[in-house]
């Protein structure tokens, strides 16, 4: 692989001309636009959770095809994620970007017009596909700010996906206590459109481009692995962890991924450089997103459910939905707070040291949730704790990756990271569901988990986070300050050459 050099000085155009003419956006504004598109695609990604108790009752469905309006848009988002990101390195990012945001907008539109299971179904399928929104952002942050700007922006753009998951549930669940349900939908449609608006009046379309024809072939097997491998994790606690479908599932994911593997070794244009992938410095750092993800998963999946279980259980507050969602926007607001000082640190200390700190805090704030399950107020400063681990963490794992792939693969291989992080969420979601439904007794007529159940889960997810800080000590180096190739573009490669 060649390596990066920083892009020539351009010489002025003649006078009159487009160069001289046309004025580059403020750095600021399209940070401001590309970030507000990833809180967008992560509160889209939380709407249906405080809906789907209801789900049922509105549509007529059974429980477990409710479920699939989570699960859906879990398989299409690990999908588009890297391969969208891949077409955007190869055709453009912003043009990808857009169609991403498209594509939401039909999904929100569907699921705000029908009542139906099935088109609900569809619709957010649709939908996850904007979670390519983020890796796509961050390829564009880096081929078009100043290098100065690189870390914070990527931070920020990192973190939104925690923000807007902080702020989704709360707004979602008032949605739902006061307002037609379909109404949430009709505002994500209405988002994404804006979005598209100031993406297509503010954001430069980078003309840095990766060269050869895309590997359809590559993201087909791709696509077969993920799918195979989410289906059984997500779908594993109500099929039956040793069925069939489960074990088969697993089985296929593992053959399509061996072979699509050794085609990919072999291709001269692969979806995934498999040889890039394997060194240590974005190895490591793809397996500290997966552990990472897992981690700050539990903290969203059991606080907002613990705080409404009822007091009959001993230990539940018997708070209200809204009130469950509110617990999470602290945490939300630390993210805004902390990605800048997670950018200062990643350039005077590097990257690695940022997400060694960040793993230590997520396992802190386990320790504070596992001794204060009893007082609401402490509940949240433990939550909060953990989203600031959180934050410090999304923030500095593009850093890493970006500092070890060439330019030309930004999107795709922050879109690879991305999807760790969601591979490490459907791991999550399976413990959690398996660990509080296997640990429960009777309270107050019903079924509950019991309150070893919730610190079970506490201990399982600060085991992670140590064990992400375990990873990231073995990366290679510290990475210091903002040099290596973060904030360098390489050499342009005119558009009509990669397309």
Known sequence: M???????????????????????????????????????????QTLVVPLLPHVPALTGCTPSAASWLVTVTLLTGAVATPVLGRVGDMYGKR???VAALGVLVVGSALCAVSSHIGVLIVGRALQGAAIAVVPLGISIMRDELPPARVLSSVALMSS????????????????VEHSDWHTMFWASAGLGLLDIVLVMLVVPESPLRTRGRFDAV???????????????????GGWGWGSTRVVGLFAAS??????????????????????????PSVLFANVAALLIGFAFYANSLATAQMVQEPKS????LGASIVVGGLCLLPGGLSMVALSPVSARMSAAYGPKVTLAVASVVLAVGYVVRFYTSHSLWL???????????????YSALPSLVMRAVPVSETAAANGLNTLMRSVGQAFCSAVVAAVLANLTFRAGGRTAPTLHAYLLVFLIAGGAALAALAVTLCLPGRSVGPAGNVGVRGPRVPAQEGA
Not at 2 to 12: G, H, L, S, T, V
């Open 160 to 175: 939104t996906m925690g923000i807007g998951a902080a702020v989704g549930l709360p707004v979602a669940a008032l949605v």
């Open 95 to 97: 043009r990808v970007l």
């Open 313 to 316: 259980t001993g230990y539940g």
């Open 218 to 236: 590559g993201a087909v097997g791709l696509s077969a692995a993920l799918v195979c491998l989410l289906l059984a994790t997500t779908q594993g």
């Open 379 to 393: 509940i949240i400063v433990g939550a909060t704790v953990v989203s600031s681990g959180t934050a410090l963490a």
């Open 254 to 279: 593992v053959v399509i991924a061996l072979v699509w593997g050794r085609y990919e070794l072999r291709v001269s244009s692969p979806m995934v450089d498999l040889r890039v992938s394997a060194r």
């Open 2 to 44: 060649p390596p990066e050099i920083p892009e020539p000085a351009r010489p002025a155009g003649p006078a009159g001309s487009a160069e001289e003419v046309e004025e580059a956006p403020h750095p600021r504004l399209v940070v401001g636009v590309l970030a507000f598109c990833g809180v967008v695609v992560a509160v889209m």
